[in-house]
């Protein structure tokens, strides 16, 4: 079965800290996605990788960055955390081409 | 600017009953549509799809209907279970680059399952 994991499942931090959130796939996906979930949103898509050190912006990018050394691993950093960026954050891996994501089971952040 | 959205927030039908579950999509550059369903403090998880090739691809009791013409997919569930209870979210997939697709998703329908 395809594993993607999230290294925390609930996380508490204060306004201005810097925090990681990290997320390992062991598939072997070329593709690696971040999104948050919050109520009437959905899943909005704030940074994804089709390859290690490559990144692209998603529809909510800003105030965080991204991180993808190796294949396997793919880091969600907040640079300054707000409470504004309090939210479930979910991450996906895919192959490339068409086919759909396995998700993480969460991290639910607040930020206080 | 919401390219997939899902009008209805919540539904609520009878065990063994259908449920019908809808998403409208802007973008005609989609070519690929899935459903997710979602537990609350868990992962979404995939549950079926479908080409924009295909008006129908049916899984057990799961099949979904693709109307390009409309922009318009549905989700039937026949016949409904109290453990179908959850968040579905409709997700439509965008070529990035070469064959890269990322997701966009909806915002969800919460349908409960009465028992």
């Known amino acids: 079965d395809v594993k993607v994991t999230q290294s925390s499942r609930y996380l508490v931090k204060r306004t201005g800290e810097k925090v990681f959130l990290e997320c390992v796939q062991d598939?072997?996906?070329?593709?690696m996605f971040w999104y948050r979930q919050d109520p009437g949103l959905g899943l909005r898509l704030i940074y994804f990788?089709?390859?290690?050190?490559?990144?692209e912006k998603g529809d909510i990018p800003e105030g965080y960055s991204v991180s993808r050394e190796k294949k396997e691993r793919f880091s969600l950093i907040l640079e300054s955390a707000s409470t504004n960026q309090t939210s479930m954050y979910l991450c996906a891996s895919s192959f490339g081409g068409v086919t759909g994501a396995f998700f993480g089971q969460g991290t639910r952040l607040t930020v206080v | 600017d919401q390219q997939v959205k899902q009008n209805s927030p919540s539904l609520s039908v009878q065990e063994g009953r259908i449920s019908i579950l809808n998403c409208d999509y802007t973008?005609?550059?989609?070519?690929?549509f899935l459903w997710y369903k979602k537990y609350p403090a868990e992962g979404p998880t995939f549950l079926i799809s479908?080409?924009?090739?295909?008006d129908k691809n049916e899984d057990g009791r799961f099949t979904v209907f693709l109307n390009k013409s409309a922009k318009h997919l549905s989700l039937h569930i026949v016949p409904s279970q109290p453990g179908d209870s959850a968040v579905y979210f409709c997700?439509?997939?965008?070529?990035?680059?070469?064959?890269?697709?990322?997701?966009?998703f909806g915002t969800g329908t919460l349908l409960a399952v009465q028992p």
């Open positions: 479908i080409s924009s090739i295909k």
């Open positions: 598939m072997d996906h070329e593709n």
């Open positions: 997700a439509a997939s965008a070529r990035y680059g070469g064959a890269t697709n990322k997701l966009i």
């Open positions: 973008n005609s550059m989609f070519d690929y």
């Open positions: 990788s089709y390859d290690v050190k490559m990144k």
